[in-house]
């Protein structure tokens, strides 16, 4: 039976994602997910997801000094896990995060996580709220997602990617905000799709049910 973890290294609220991950993977029929920070058990997952809410840098140390560090890089760099970042956690795949100090990041998509800058003084940091995704680049995870679909945003820095190709859907908030990144087996998302209603549960089931 497939098995999905959700890294628990104690940055952030692990509630609300679970309940959503273990919805669809019922619905899917796609095994079993469980909540860990035990790096056996993300050494045996079929697939991994990353949340993260907060600063980088306190997201990025936290990782690192967590048990699970060297399981999660050996199994999504090594073994082409597939992979899933969320909010803070897709922040941390980047190069480098220049929220309070330069922090480096993952490094699984080169670029860099800065503030938000809106082009437009009215439009207020953070970005929060409901926003309209713009497909950049077809992906399996975006089966049944269309242009112009919602998903929930809190967040007051975002993803500069250098290859805009690893780029596959951005909003409009003063400007292009990255929504979507990915790679190979690695996917990440700056919404959080545990909040985004129907959109955000078919996302996570299309993940739970891809097969890179």
Not at 140 to 167: L, W
Request: aromatic letters at 8%.
């Amino acid at each position: 039976m497939s098995l999905t973890v959700l890294i628990d290294y104690e940055s952030g609220n692990l509630h609300s994602a679970e309940k959503a991950f273990e919805r669809m993977a019922r619905e899917a029929d796609a095994g079993t997910v469980v909540v860990t920070s035990d790096a056996d058990v993300v050494a045996k997952a079929d697939r991994i997801v990353l949340p993260g809410d907060g600063a980088f840098p306190a997201c990025a140390g936290a990782l690192r000094g967590s048990g699970v560090y060297e399981a999660l890089v050996e199994a999504v760099e090594k073994k082409g896990k597939p992979f899933l970042g969320i909010c803070v956690g897709m922040q941390l795949m980047a190069s480098w995060g220049r929220e309070y100090s330069d922090t480096a990041g993952l490094g699984w998509i080169n670029g860099e996580v800065v503030h938000i800058a809106p082009d437009d003084a009215a439009l207020k940091v953070p970005h929060m709220g409901w926003n309209d995704l713009v497909l950049d680049a077809e992906h399996p995870v975006f089966k049944g997602v269309s242009t112009g679909d919602h998903t929930y945003f809190v967040h007051s820095y975002h993803f500069e990617v250098a290859d805009p190709a690893m780029r596959l859907a951005h909003v409009t908030y003063g400007g292009d905000v990255t929504a979507v990144v990915g790679r190979d087996t690695m996917l990440g998302m700056q919404f959080h799709p545990e909040k985004s209603q129907d959109v955000g549960l078919r996302l996570i089931r299309n993940f739970l049910t891809w097969a890179p």
